[in-house]
């Protein structure tokens, strides 16, 4: 038996035939990496820190919504951090910006959380002189600060924002202007279409 051997105008045509097909196979291996590498990003970013990124201020801690109820004194409600920093709260009303001496409701302090505000809870028991420190502070922030005691706080003062917290023994004025600076003023309302 004789062996066909291939036309050479065949071959011509075939080599750009394999070239495309080559090229178009390279082209879609690259295309899948690029996706893959993007939405692994994507979502490794959305997943970290709620996109905060490491060297942002506190402690993160994940949201837990923001579920508006009517009575966030309701049996059952579960904060995932002592204050909270993010979870079912009032819908209606927020606690006036500025510095209070009597404890402040949680469902409206999470509610000022979710418009951008930063709270600075502290230990009623806490020494004057540190009261009056924090006072100092948040006197010079018109908005989106609110400072009130907070019976049953483990640390003399600790400072929340929407799923981010900082607990401090003592009034240190870098580390509490740093957390107000990072997070006032960040509303965090899901937008619906």
């Known amino acids: 038996m004789s062996k066909k051997h291939p036309d050479p105008k ?49 402690a993160f801690v994940p949201s837990l919504g923001n579920q508006h109820i009517r ?21 209606e009303g927020l606690a006036r910006w500025g510095v209070y001496s009597e404890p402040v409701q949680k469902g409206l302090m999470i509610h000022n959380l979710e418009d951008g505000g930063v709270v600075v809870s502290y230990d009623p028991k806490a020494p004057k002189d540190t009261v009056d420190g924090l006072a100092q502070i948040v006197g010079r922030y018109r908005d989106h600060v609110l400072m009130a005691p907070y019976p049953g706080l483990d640390t003399a003062i600790a400072l929340t924002a929407w799923t981010r917290i900082l607990k401090l023994d003592a009034v240190d004025e870098a580390k509490i202007v740093a957390f107000i600076d990072a997070y006032k003023g960040i509303d965090h309302h899901v937008r619906r279409p």
């Open 10 to 58: 065949n071959r011509r045509r075939e080599k750009p035939r394999q070239r495309r097909k080559r090229w178009n196979r390279s082209y879609s291996i690259l295309a899948i990496v690029v996706a893959v590498i993007t939405i692994g990003g994507l979502v490794a970013f959305a997943a970290s820190r709620n996109g905060v990124p490491e060297s942002e201020p506190g």
């Open 71 to 91: 009575d966030a004194t309701a049996a059952g409600i579960q904060y995932n951090s002592d204050p909270p920093t993010s979870g079912p709260h009032y819908g």
